[in-house]
């Protein structure tokens, strides 16, 4: 033990265990649990996971939520396991908003005040990060965000709400335990009622999001681009290639690049799709 190091112990080791054993090892004693608990561990843990080929997919249901292993891109049926929230609610009540290494936004959508909870469901843990901000009712289509980590390894949690025409946008820290309120772009009408949010997309350091308004004009669709570490806001325009404006348009990420896949009206067909390939922002950029 002393000619391995706690360095190599931590971060080429123990770094490489599932979730659920690696809090096993936090009982050691105080020193692993420190260890185990600092960013720089919890950041090379999760890069460590996201590399493997197996891969968790949580769904809400009426009355249970259910976890399946997806492996090569199948699922395994046979491993699904049933999750309880640590709330008592339920999980028709619970809106996703979104995800990152592990971690669940989820909203309470309650009668009286609406509630934000970051959730781990692999090791059970939660923390309640609302505050008076989210007593109005949540919006589907109103209320997005999206989680990353910043230089200082502290994670933040980007939540964006469009209410009575207007768009606040605010930072959580884990780290400080508050709220920090955020400039958004100026003379944008992307908080009005005819506007749909999608959910955050994390890739290049920044949260890409969609803003589509199916009223007027029909199939109007924008990017809107939140640069993690300026943390400002920026519209991106489509490439050039695009002649229509699409009717929907869905990021994903693939091998770290982002993509966007298109569905638009066509003349002899309801709908088609394609994808467009895209990456992080300096390139988007480049073919404005």
């Given amino acids: 033990m002393e000619r391995i190091g706690y360095d190599m112990m931590f971060e080429e080791i123990l770094s490489r265990l599932p979730a659920k054993v690696v809090c096993q090892f936090k009982c050691v004693c105080k020193q692993w649990c420190y260890e185990?608990?600092?960013?720089?561990?919890?950041?090379i843990h999760t890069r460590r996971l996201s590399n493997l080929l197996q891969k968790k997919l949580l769904s809400l249901n009426q009355h249970t939520i259910v976890v399946d292993d997806k492996v090569s891109g199948n699922l395994e049926v046979d491993t699904r396991k049933i999750v309880t929230f640590p709330y008592n609610v339920q999980p028709s009540?619970?809106?996703?908003?979104?995800?990152?290494n592990g971690l669940i936004l989820l909203c309470i959508r309650r009668t009286?005040?609406?509630?934000?909870?970051?959730?781990?469901?692999?090791?059970?843990?939660?923390?309640?990060?609302?505050?008076?901000?989210?007593?109005?009712?949540?919006?589907?289509?109103d209320d997005t965000g999206g989680m990353y980590v910043d230089e200082h390894n502290d994670l933040k949690v980007l939540h964006i709400n469009c209410f009575s025409g207007a768009?606040?946008?605010?930072?959580?820290?884990?780290?400080?335990?508050?709220?920090?309120?955020?400039?958004?772009?100026?003379?944008?009408?992307?908080?009005?009622?005819?506007?749909?949010?999608?959910?955050?997309?994390?890739?290049?350091?920044?949260?890409?999001?969609?803003?589509?308004?199916?009223?007027?004009?029909?199939?109007?669709?924008?990017i809107v681009a939140f640069d993690v570490v300026s943390e400002s806001f920026s519209i991106l325009r489509f490439p050039e290639r695009i002649q229509v404006n699409p009717c929907q348009v869905h990021f994903i990420t693939i091998s770290n690049n982002l993509h966007g896949i298109l569905v638009r009206y066509s003349d002899e067909q309801c709908s088609q799709s394609s994808t467009l390939g895209?990456?992080?922002?300096?390139?988007?950029?480049?073919r404005e």
């Fill in 93 to 100: 009540r619970l809106i996703i908003i979104g995800s990152f």
């Fill in 167 to 222: 768009v606040t946008a605010r930072v959580y820290s884990r780290h400080n335990d508050s709220w920090t309120n955020l400039s958004f772009l100026k003379g944008c009408l992307f908080g009005s009622s005819f506007y749909s949010w999608s959910h955050g997309i994390y890739s290049g350091k920044t949260i890409y999001f969609t803003v589509s308004n199916y009223w007027f004009p029909p199939g109007e669709c924008n």
């Fill in 278 to 286: 895209a990456a992080p922002k300096d390139e988007y950029n480049s």
């Fill in 112 to 141: 009286d005040a609406n509630e934000l909870v970051l959730w781990n469901p692999t090791v059970r843990r939660f923390k309640l990060i609302s505050d008076d901000y989210f007593s109005h009712y949540f919006g589907r289509h």
């Fill in 36 to 43: 185990l608990s600092t960013p720089k561990f919890v950041l």
